[in-house]
C-alpha cells in the first residue's frame, strides 16, 4: 500500500506543479496580448478615426501584432457604420492589403486561417473578392463554404455563382443549419427568384422549411405560387408556407388555407398558420369557418380568435357571439380578445 | 457648442468626435455609461449622443437618470441603437430620446441629425 | 479495514482520472467555441429577421426591493426581440404593486393556457406603453410551480429562465441564443456561467465593477464555480450528457419543454430534474438534439456568506440531487440513454452522492486504523496528502482553462488569491462541504421523502434565495 500511496501523491504533486506552471504561462501570454494590444491600439483608433474624418493621411502598421491590431480595429467599426464612411473604411483596408491578404488566406492550409479570412472578407465585403470567394465554395470545411457563399449572395456577384450558392446550401443543411440559413437570407435580399429551386421539392426539406419562411419574411409575392402548391404537403413545409403566405397577403391563395385550416387529418401546428394567415391576409370570407374552430384545440382556438380580431366587423360580431356564448374557453378568450 | 458622446468602441467614438469637431463642436468623450452620467451631469453639454448598448450602465438607464435630475431634465439625447424594434423606440420616446439613430450609422446623417436636434433647442 | 482502505484509495484515483477526461473534453470545446465563434457574425444573425424570440421568465417572492431594476435591465438587454414574464408567487411585500407602480401596470384579461397544469393564476397585468412585459399574479407555489405558468403564457418559442435577483450581462441572451441560431432544429437547451456577485459593485441593477469578494466563505464559493463551470459543465456538454442548466440563467425550446411535461414541482432539485428529463424524452423519441453549455454570456448572483445560509444551501443542493437521481434512476447504466445514462448519471451517482460518505469514512478508517496500529504514522500522512491533492488537479485544471478562455483576472494578486483558496480549500472547506451534504441525504432520509417522487406533493412555499445548481465534480 505504501508503495501505491507513494506513486500516487507523486504524480499528483508533479501535475499540480505542471498546471500551476500552465496557469502561470497562460497567465504571462494572456498579459504580453494585453500591452502589445495597448501599445497599437489606440493609435490604429486614431489613424483610422482621421483617416474618416477626411485628414489625407493613411494610417501605417509595422509588425505583424500592429497589422492584426490594426486590422481588428478596422473591422470593428466597420460593422458599425454606414454611408460614405463605410467606403472609405472600406476601401483603406482595401489599400492596406488587408483584403488580398485574407483572398490569399482563403487558399490556406490550415483550416482556422481559412476561416478567418472568410470572416474578414464577410465583414469587408468587397466586390473585388468575387473569384476568390468562388473559389473558396468549395472548401472542404463547412463554415469557410457557407461564410463565403453568404458573402457572395451578398455582395450580388455574377449569376454564375448563384447555382453554386444554391448547391452549397443544400450540401451543407444538416452539418451548419444556422449558418445556411444566413445564406438563404442573403440571396433572398439580393435575387429573390433564386430562391425558387430551393423552395422547390428536390431540395432536401430542411432548406425547404428555411426558403419558405424567408420568402415570407421578406414578402417575395412571387414566390407566391410555389409556396401555395406547399401547402399540400407535409406539415412543417405546409405550416411555413402557411405562414409566409400570411406574410406576403396573398389573397389569391385564401381559398387553399381554408382547405388547410378546416381539414381535422391535418397538423396542428399548420392549421394553426393557416388561421393566422387567413387573418393577416384580412380575409373576410373566412369568418364561418373560423368560428367553426372556436371549439377546437387550445392552439387553434388562440389563432381563431387572434384572426378574427383582424377581420373587420364580421370578425368582431363573431367575437361577440363567442364572448356571449355558453363555451367557457372560447367565450374567455373572446372576451379578452374584444377588450381595448 | 459642447457634445458628449457616449460609446463603448473607441473606434466609432473617435470617428464620431473627430467629425464633430470638424463641424466645430467642442466634444467630450465616454467609454461606458457610468462615466456618460457623470460628465453629462458635471459638464451639462448642449448635446447628449448615446450607445444604448455599454459596459456599466446602459442607454435607457442613463436617460432614465438624467431626466430624473433637474439639471439636467432638459437635454436632448440622440441614441445609437442596433435594435430598431417598434417598443424600443416608443420606450426611448416616452423618456424624451429627440432623435433614433439605428445602428450600422453614417456619422455624416448623425451629424445633420445632431444640428437638427440642436436647431430645436435654439433660444 | 485495510481492504475499505484501498477502496477510498481507488476511489481517489478514479475521481482523478474520470475528471482528467472530463477537463481534457472541456478543453477541447473551449477552444472549438473560440476558433467557431464570430463576433461580428452573430451580430448579423441576431439583426436579421432570423433571429430567435425569446420570453425571459423572472418567478419573484417578495421581491420587492429588487424587481423593477431586473426587469429594466432585462428590458435593456442587447437583444433584438425578448419579452419579459414576470410571474408574481403570491408575494407579500407588495412586489405587485410596486412593479404596477413602477410601470403603470393595468390589468388584462388572459386566459391561461392549458399546457402546464399549475397553481391557480389570480390576474394578469401588462403595461400601458408598448413595452414587451406581462406580469403575472398567482397563488404561492413555489419557483417551479411559478416557471410553469411562465411557460404557459410565454409568446416566444424561447424561454430564458432566471432567478429574480439574477444579473445579466448585456450580451449574455446573445450569446446564450447562439447555439439555437446555429442549429435551430436539434438545439434544446442552452445554459451559461453563473459568477457571484458578491464583492462587485452593484449598482441600478447591474454590476459596475467586478471584484473577488472578500468573504472567505464567498471566495471557496468562486473556486467552486470555477471548477463547475469550466471543469465538469463544459465537459460533460461535450459529451452531449450535460446535466444541469442552472436555474440562475438558462434557454429552453418551449415546445419541448411543454412536450416533456413542464417543471416538477416536488423536488428541489427542479432545474436538473427538468434537463435530465429533457434528454430522457428526446433520447426515448429517438429525436436527435443538443444541449448546450455555454462558457461565454454571464449571469451575476449573490451568493451565501454566512454559514448559515451557505449550509442550508448545500443541504438543499445535496437532497436536489439524490431526488433527481431516484426519479430517473432506470436511466442509470442504461446504454439507451447513452452518455447521460453511462457517464454522467452514474458519475454523478459516484462522486457526488457516494463521494462525500466515502471520503469522510476513509478518513474514519484511517484513524481507526492507525490507532488500532493497522497502519503507521506514514502510511496515514501520505492517505492524507492524497486526499489533500485529488481534488486539485480538477480545479487548477479549470481555473486554467478559465483563465486561457476568458481572461477575466487582469491582476496577478487576483489569481494569487484564487489560487490559495483553490489550495486551501482542500482543508477542511470541502470536507465541511461533504459533512452539510451528508445532512442533506440525512434529511432526505428522515422525511421519509424517498417516494416522494412518486406522488405529487407540494413543495416547500419558500423558495430559496437565488441559488444556482452548482454541482462539484
Known amino acids: 500500500m505504501k508503495a501505491v500511496l507513494e506513486a500516487a501523491v507523486t504524480l499528483l504533486t508533479v501535475l499540480v506543479a505542471v498546471l500551476m506552471a500552465v496557469i502561470i504561462a497562460i497567465r504571462i501570454g494572456i498579459r504580453r496580448r494585453y500591452r502589445l494590444e495597448r501599445r497599437y491600439r489606440p493609435g ?23 497589422r492584426a491590431v490594426l486590422l481588428a480595429v478596422a473591422l470593428e467599426a466597420l460593422g458599425d ?8 473604411l472600406a476601401e483603406l483596408i482595401d489599400r492596406l492589403g488587408y483584403t488580398a491578404e485574407a483572398m490569399a488566406g482563403l487558399r490556406a492550409r490550415r483550416r482556422a486561417r481559412r476561416r478567418q479570412s472568410a470572416a474578414i472578407l464577410a465583414a469587408v465585403a468587397s466586390a473585388s473578392a468575387t473569384h476568390a470567394l468562388t473559389a473558396a465554395l468549395d472548401d472542404t470545411d463547412p463554415i469557410v463554404r457557407t461564410a463565403c457563399a453568404r458573402t457572395l449572395a451578398e455582395v450580388g456577384g455574377a449569376d454564375a455563382a448563384t447555382a453554386a450558392i444554391i448547391a452549397v446550401a443544400k450540401r451543407d443543411i444538416r452539418a451548419v443549419p444556422g449558418a445556411v440559413a444566413a445564406v438563404v437570407l442573403a440571396l433572398g435580399i439580393a435575387q429573390p427568384s433564386a430562391l ?16 419558405i419562411e424567408v420568402a415570407g419574411r421578406l414578402r417575395l409575392s412571387e414566390h407566391a405560387k410555389l409556396l401555395r402548391a406547399c401547402l399540400r404537403e407535409q406539415d412543417e413545409i405546409a405550416a411555413g408556407a402557411a405562414s409566409g403566405l400570411g406574410m406576403i397577403g396573398d389573397v389569391r391563395s385564401v381559398d387553399a388555407l381554408m382547405d388547410l385550416a378546416g381539414d381535422d387529418r391535418r397538423a396542428l401546428p399548420a392549421r394553426a398558420a393557416a388561421v393566422a394567415a387567413l387573418g393577416s391576409i384580412g380575409a373576410a370570407p373566412a369568418v364561418p369557418l373560423l368560428e367553426s374552430l372556436l371549439g377546437a384545440d387550445w392552439p387553434l382556438m388562440a389563432a381563431a380568435v387572434r384572426a378574427l380580431c383582424r377581420l373587420g366587423d364580421p370578425g368582431t360580431a363573431a367575437l361577440r357571439s363567442a364572448a356571449a356564448s355558453s363555451r367557457p374557453e372560447a367565450s374567455a378568450m373572446a372576451e379578452a380578445a374584444l377588450e381595448p | 457648442m459642447k457634445i458628449l458622446i457616449a460609446e463603448d468602441s473607441p473606434t466609432v467614438r473617435r470617428v464620431v468626435a473627430a467629425r464633430l469637431a470638424a463641424d466645430g463642436y467642442a466634444v467630450i468623450e465616454a467609454a461606458d455609461g457610468e462615466e456618460a452620467l457623470a460628465l453629462a451631469q458635471s459638464e451639462q453639454p448642449d448635446l447628449l449622443i448615446l450607445d444604448k448598448v455599454m459596459p456599466k450602465l ?41 432623435e433614433y439613430m439605428p445602428k450600422p450609422f453614417s456619422p455624416h446623417e448623425l451629424s445633420a441629425r445632431v444640428r437638427r436636434a440642436l436647431g430645436r433647442v435654439s433660444p | ?65 429588487g424587481i423593477a431594476d431586473t426587469v429594466r435591465s432585462l428590458l435593456a438587454l442587447d437583444y433584438p426581440e425578448l419579452e419579459v414574464v414576470v410571474i408574481n408567487d403570491g408575494s407579500t411585500d407588495g412586489t405587485i404593486e410596486h412593479l404596477a407602480e413602477v410601470f403603470e401596470l393595468h390589468q388584462v384579461l388572459r386566459p391561461t393556457p392549458p399546457f402546464l397544469s399549475h397553481r391557480p393564476v389570480r390576474a394578469v397585468y401588462a403595461p400601458r406603453s408598448q413595452l ?69 459593485r452593484v449598482e441600478r441593477g447591474r454590476v459596475m465593477d467586478a471584484h473577488l469578494p472578500r468573504s472567505r466563505f464567498a471566495m471557496f464559493q468562486v473556486v467552486e464555480y470555477i471548477r463547475a463551470f469550466f471543469g465538469t459543465r463544459t465537459g460533460w456538454s461535450a459529451m452531449g450528457a450535460l446535466l444541469i442548466v442552472s436555474g440562475a440563467f438558462g434557454l429552453f ?26 434528454h430522457r424524452t428526446c433520447l426515448e423519441a429517438g429525436r436527435p438534439y443538443r444541449i448546450v453549455y455555454v462558457a461565454d454570456p454571464v449571469c451575476w448572483t449573490e451568493g451565501p456568506e454566512e454559514a448559515k445560509f451557505l449550509r442550508r444551501q448545500r443541504r ?30 452514474p458519475s454523478l451517482l459516484v462522486f457526488e452522492v457516494l463521494g462525500p460518505l466515502i471520503e469522510l469514512s476513509g478518513y474514519a478508517m484511517c484513524v481507526v486504523a492507525l490507532l488500532a496500529g493497522t497502519i503507521n504514522w506514514s502510511i496515514f500522512f501520505l492517505f492524507l496528502a492524497l486526499a489533500l491533492l485529488y481534488g486539485l488537479v480538477l480545479t487548477l485544471g479549470s481555473i486554467a482553462l478559465e483563465d486561457a478562455a476568458s481572461g477575466r483576472f487582469p491582476a496577478w494578486d487576483d489569481l494569487g488569491r484564487v489560487l490559495l483558496f483553490a489550495l486551501a480549500e482542500n482543508v477542511g472547506y470541502r470536507q465541511l462541504m461533504h459533512l452539510w451534504r451528508l445532512e442533506g441525504f440525512w434529511q432526505l432520509i428522515r422525511k421519509g421523502e424517498w417516494g416522494a417522487m412518486e406522488r405529487k406533493g407540494l413543495s416547500d412555499p419558500v423558495p430559496s434565495p437565488a441559488a444556482s445548481q452548482v454541482k462539484r465534480g
Open chain 3, 1 to 65: 479495514m485495510i481492504l475499505y482502505i484501498w477502496f477510498v484509495l481507488g476511489f481517489f484515483i478514479a475521481f482523478v482520472i474520470v475528471h482528467t477526461a472530463v477537463l481534457l473534453f472541456a478543453a477541447v470545446e473551449l477552444r472549438r467555441y473560440a476558433l467557431r465563434s464570430n463576433a461580428s457574425n452573430m451580430r448579423r444573425t441576431l439583426r436579421s429577421p432570423l433571429a430567435p424570440l425569446i420570453s425571459v421568465l423572472v418567478p419573484a417572492f417578495n421581491e420587492a426591493s
Open chain 3, 253 to 278: 425550446r418551449r415546445d419541448i419543454v411543454i412536450a416533456a411535461g413542464g417543471y416538477r414541482t416536488d423536488t428541489v432539485g427542479e432545474d436538473a430534474e427538468l434537463v435530465i428529463r429533457l
Open chain 1, 44 to 66: 490604429a483608433e486614431l489613424g483610422i478615426a482621421e483617416y474618416l474624418a477626411g485628414l489625407p493621411r493613411v494610417p501605417e502598421a509595422g509588425g505583424r501584432s500592429e
Open chain 1, 196 to 211: 425558387a429551386p430551393l423552395i422547390g421539392a428536390d431540395a432536401p426539406p430542411e432548406v425547404r422549411s428555411i426558403a
Open chain 1, 81 to 88: 457604420l454606414r454611408g460614405s464612411e463605410r467606403e472609405r
Open chain 3, 132 to 200: 414587451r412585459l406581462l406580469v403575472i399574479d398567482k397563488e404561492n407555489g413555489g419557483k417551479a410551480d411559478s416557471l410553469n405558468v411562465g411557460i404557459n403564457f410565454a409568446s416566444y418559442p424561447l424561454i430564458c429562465t432566471i432567478d429574480a435577483d439574477s444579473i445579466l450581462e448585456q450580451d449574455a441572451l446573445a450569446k446564450a441564443a447562439a447555439p439555437f441560431a446555429e442549429d435551430p432544429v436539434r438545439t434544446v437547451a442552452t445554459g451559461g456561467m453563473v459568477r457571484l456577485a458578491n464583492g462587485c
Open chain 2, 58 to 98: 446602459d442607454g435607457f438607464e442613463v436617460v432614465r437618470a438624467l431626466r430624473e435630475d433637474p439639471r439636467t431634465r432638459a437635454m436632448p439625447i440622440v441614441m445609437l441603437t442596433d435594435r430598431t424594434g417598434e417598443d424600443d423606440v416608443l420606450g426611448g420616446l416616452q423618456l424624451g430620446v429627440e
Open chain 3, 316 to 345: 438543499r443542493w445535496h437532497r436536489g440531487c439524490l431526488e433527481v437521481l431516484i426519479a430517473h434512476r432506470r436511466m442509470l447504466f442504461n446504454p439507451r440513454y447513452r452518455a447521460v445514462g453511462l457517464l454522467a448519471l
